[in-house]
């Protein structure tokens, strides 16, 4: 094993939101999407009716989900 030292008086800054944020909502927006084309559909249906599956349908086809 080895052992890990930081040099005398150093302090880890945090980071600021402002950095952050842009990231979080990237990572949200992915996820969003990712669920759109991939699941919402049938019992996992956030949307009433087939509205948003066949817009995203060939997407979904692209991307390797199967659907039918």
Do not use: K, N, Q
């Not at 052992?3 to 992915?30: D, K, M, N, Q, Y």
């Amino acid at each position: 094993m080895s052992a890990t030292t930081s040099a005398p008086g150093t302090v880890a800054s945090p980071i600021p939101v402002r950095e952050v944020l842009p990231w979080a909502i990237f990572g949200v927006v992915l996820l969003l999407a990712i669920y759109f084309v991939g699941a919402e559909e049938g019992a996992t249906s956030l949307i009433r009716g087939m509205y948003v599956h066949e817009f995203v349908h060939d997407g979904r086809h692209l991307l390797g989900f199967p659907c039918h």
